[in-house]
T-cell receptor, first 118, second 115 residues
Framework: NAGVMQNPRHLVRRRGQEARLRCSPM?????VYWYRQLPEEGLKFMVY????????ESGMPKERFSAEFPKEGPSILRIQQVVRGDSAAYFC????????????????FGSGTQLSVL | AQSVAQPEDQVNVAEGNPLTVKCTYS??????LFWYVQYPNRGLQFLLK??????LVKGSYGFEAEFNKSQTSFHLKKPSALVSDSALYFC?????????????FGSGTRLQVQP
């Protein structure tokens, strides 16, 4: 049973380019969360998605950032016109669907994508 | 709003000694509380959670945490530290009674266990 898969592990972009980060949740999980981790800082929530729906995007910057979780395929975090300040580790996590509480509350994290903007 | 405070950036402990990593939280209702551990260049791994019931929660690798409602704390403990416990530890919270499912994480505490 594969865990949460993120790719690429490392992504290098020049300022102004686009970055696309992919996340395939664990089998049976339909909830996906994206977090950003800056050096020596904790994880900052960005966005929470279910299949074809953005549920909570309160942590997303207003411009240049978008996320989707289509019916088929991985969740994508897209950053347009990257700047140096976007350099960070981006983590995806998934959890089961259904009711809250108990095991459904447990998040499973991928190994992250390290984005470096030159 | 929900928030978590981890007051110590780093905790140093000798192998074999007990360890405590502190966490306090703030939610408007009742909390779900979690501890995660991060090893270098890896994602976070779940250690333990408090949902309801006993205030003392036991988790992976011999770790435990005690939920203290009056002090709004959820400190992580282990009776005897191992060098392999050296890692970055994150406390996280979610308010049970809001519709917001996303966890809020603390800034992390680096645990260094010396041989």
């Amino acid at each position: 049973n594969a865990g949460v898969m993120q790719n690429p592990r490392h992504l290098v972009r020049r300022r102004g380019q686009e970055a696309r980060l992919r996340c395939s949740p664990m089998k049976g999980h339909s909830h996906v969360y994206w977090y950003r981790q800056l050096p020596e800082e904790g994880l900052k929530f960005m966005v929470y998605l279910q299949k074809e729906n953005i549920i909570d995007e309160s942590g997303m910057p207003k411009e240049r950032f978008s996320a989707e979780f289509p019916k088929e395929g991985p969740s994508i975090l897209r950053i347009q016109q990257v700047v140096r300040g976007d350099s960070a580790a981006y983590f995806c996590a998934s959890s089961r669907s259904s009711t809250t509480g108990g095991t459904n509350e447990k998040l499973f994290f991928g190994s992250g994508t390290q984005l470096s903007v030159l | 709003a929900q928030s978590v405070a981890q007051p110590e950036d780093q905790v140093n402990v000798a192998e074999g000694n007990p360890l405590t990593v502190k966490c306090t939280y703030s939610v408007s209702g009742n909390p779900y509380l979690f501890w995660y551990v991060q090893y270098p260049n890896r994602g976070l791994q779940f250690l333990l959670k408090y949902i309801t019931g006993d205030n003392l929660v036991k988790g992976s690798y011999g770790f435990e945490a005690e939920f203290n409602k009056s002090q709004t704390s959820f400190h992580l403990k282990k009776p005897s530290a191992l060098v392999s416990d050296s890692a970055l530890y994150f406390c996280a919270v979610r308010d049970k009674h809001t519709g917001r499912r996303a966890l809020t994480f603390g800034s992390g505490t680096r645990l260094q266990v010396q041989p």
